[in-house]
């Protein structure tokens, strides 16, 4: 039964989670065992890369690793999608401002003549074939994350002629975007099925949807897992102007949003991700569930061994914006320098974190009165100082809405006997999970948990801490508050 952190650690308090997206950059055993002694909490598997086979294993390896060193992880996997592609081309062509790129469906007859009027400098086809009806003329497309742009000129059934307004080099199978075009495509694919029954399989503890675009797509997983058994929490991906002009609908639904900055910030004007991903993080704060800030949060340091200027401002507003994680993606995949992007983060955190008002989040709605005694305990155990709140959870309700108060300064120690939940846990602000078996006597469960904080260092003796427990008064149980101090070891 292990804490998240091995009792050899120094128990520094770190509110703001790290995910890292494992590749060929951090997948062996010795760099998962480093970047997780680092201080990575949350694994993702991009299973845009990602076979499920890859999923069996590089599960079995990751706890195999946890389990060795003694310091847990969860598991994200992410589901690659419905996404627009190009196809395949023979070379790389080279695209200047003013050629014709055709877009041709892969339904179309090779033998019907062309039906647009046009000199094309290059044809390639596209992977949806609704994209002739969805788009009109005069619409942008981006290809290959934003590097080219252009303007429709024409289309038919089959067919669209699109001029290249900023020339660029195109390669095989390249992203599409298209900003502000309703796209009508299913929310899992087949080879998203197949990776979430291996994945589920795995027993993976997160899965993050991408491009979701309505509260709909988000059922569907969800239907998906129940009917698959999985305990799995749903993360789900804003990326595209739909998902953000139904964020309230979609964070009802789900567990947990990505503010997957990539697509996002090619579908809406970069000028407004600022302001998009603050509206976000308080949407999410405002309904006690988890936000993660993700892509290009230190770019450079997949060639660099430290990070921009900019990019530490941008960490550092994820921070003060409370955010419960940052992300790490291509830094970490095939980064040249994996751990040092890790420590950059872990530093930033360290730095920031201090400066924010410890102020409670005062936007969360809290609809049932446990949860405003969850609020109680967190005053408590600011005002108390050198403290921290206990709760015991097999739902994760309790620990959820704690990190979603956000009381700066204050660990959450979470316990649970519910081995899944103890690895979601690792994810929401400020909560320190630990796995433990709860006895039929609640005070033994709660000496229990003092014991194991003292033991691993989380606590010394002496040390005052809040307990959101129940009692039975009068054959009737009762949500309490209770102070209980951590006794020196006898």
């Not at 009792?7 to 997206?21: E, G, N, P, V």
């Not at 023979?90 to 033998?111: F, K, R, S, W």
């Not at 009917?227 to 595209?240: G, N, P, R």
């Not at 579908?267 to 892509?295: H, M, N, R, W, Y």
Request: aromatic share 4%; glycine share 6%; hydrophobic share 40%.
């Amino acid at each position: 039964m292990m804490s998240s952190i091995d009792s050899s650690q120094h128990r520094s308090l770190r509110h703001t989670k790290i995910i890292a997206t494992l590749g060929p950059a951090t997948e062996s055993e010795s760099m998962l065992e480093k970047i997780i002694d680092a201080g990575v909490d949350v694994v993702r598997l991009n299973m845009a890369h990602g076979s499920s086979q890859w999923v069996i294993d590089i599960v079995a390896r990751i706890r195999r690793v946890s389990d060795r060193i003694g310091r847990h992880v969860a598991v994200m996997m992410d589901v690659k999608g419905p996404e627009i592609r190009t196809g395949m081309v023979d070379q790389p062509v080279v695209l200047n401002a003013g050629d014709v790129l055709q877009l041709v469906t892969e339904d179309a007859d090779p033998d019907t003549p062309n039906p647009l009027e046009v000199t094309a400098r290059l044809t390639v086809s596209v992977n949806y074939r609704d994209l002739p009806s969805a788009i009109d003329v005069g619409q942008t497309v981006m290809v290959d994350s934003g590097l080219l742009r252009m303007k429709v000129l024409a289309k038919s059934t089959t067919h669209i002629a699109c001029e290249v307004l900023t020339p660029g080099t195109i390669t095989s199978r390249r992203h599409i975007n298209l900003p502000g075009v309703k796209i009508n495509l299913p929310a899992l694919t087949e080879k998203d099925h197949r990776d979430l029954e291996a994945g589920i399989k795995a027993d993976i503890d997160f899965v993050a949807l991408s491009f979701v675009r309505t509260a709909a797509d988000v059922q569907t997983l969800r239907d998906f897992l129940t009917e698959h058994q999985s305990q799995a929490k749903i993360v789900s991906k804003i990326e595209d102007q739909s998902g953000v002009r139904n964020m309230h609908g979609i964070i009802e639904k789900s567990d947990g949003i990505m503010v997957a900055r990539g697509d996002l910030g090619i579908e809406i004007d970069f000028e407004e991700l600022p302001l998009v991903q603050s509206q976000l993080i308080q949407a999410c704060q405002a309904e006690g569930k988890p936000v993660i800030v993700a892509t290009h949060l230190l770019e450079s340091m997949i060639d660099s061994p430290i990070p921009t200027r900019a990019e530490v401002s941008d960490v550092s507003n994820a921070v003060r914006e409370q955010a419960d994680a940052v992300m790490l993606s291509g830094e970490t995949t095939t980064g040249a320098y994996p751990l040092e992007a890790v420590d950059a983060l872990k530093r930033i955190i360290s730095s920031i974190e201090p400066s924010i008002d410890s102020k409670l989040n005062a936007s969360i709605v809290l609809r049932e009165p446990k949860a405003m005694l969850l609020r109680s305990s967190a005053t408590l155990a600011q005002e108390l100082g050198d403290s921290g709140v206990v709760v015991f959870t097999r739902s994760g309700f309790l620990a959820y809405v704690l990190g979603a108060l956000r009381p700066r300064g204050v660990p959450i120690y979470a316990f649970t006997d519910n081995e899944t939940l103890f690895h979601q846990l690792l994810l929401p602000w400020g909560v320190e999970p630990f796995l433990m078996p709860f006895s039929e006597d609640p005070e033994q469960t709660i000496q229990d948990a003092l014991s194991m904080l003292r033991d691993r260092g989380w606590c010394a003796p002496g040390t005052t801490l809040g307990f959101i427990t129940n009692i039975l008064a009068d054959g009737k149980i009762v949500d309490t508050l209770q102070l209980r101090t951590v006794e020196a070891e006898t």
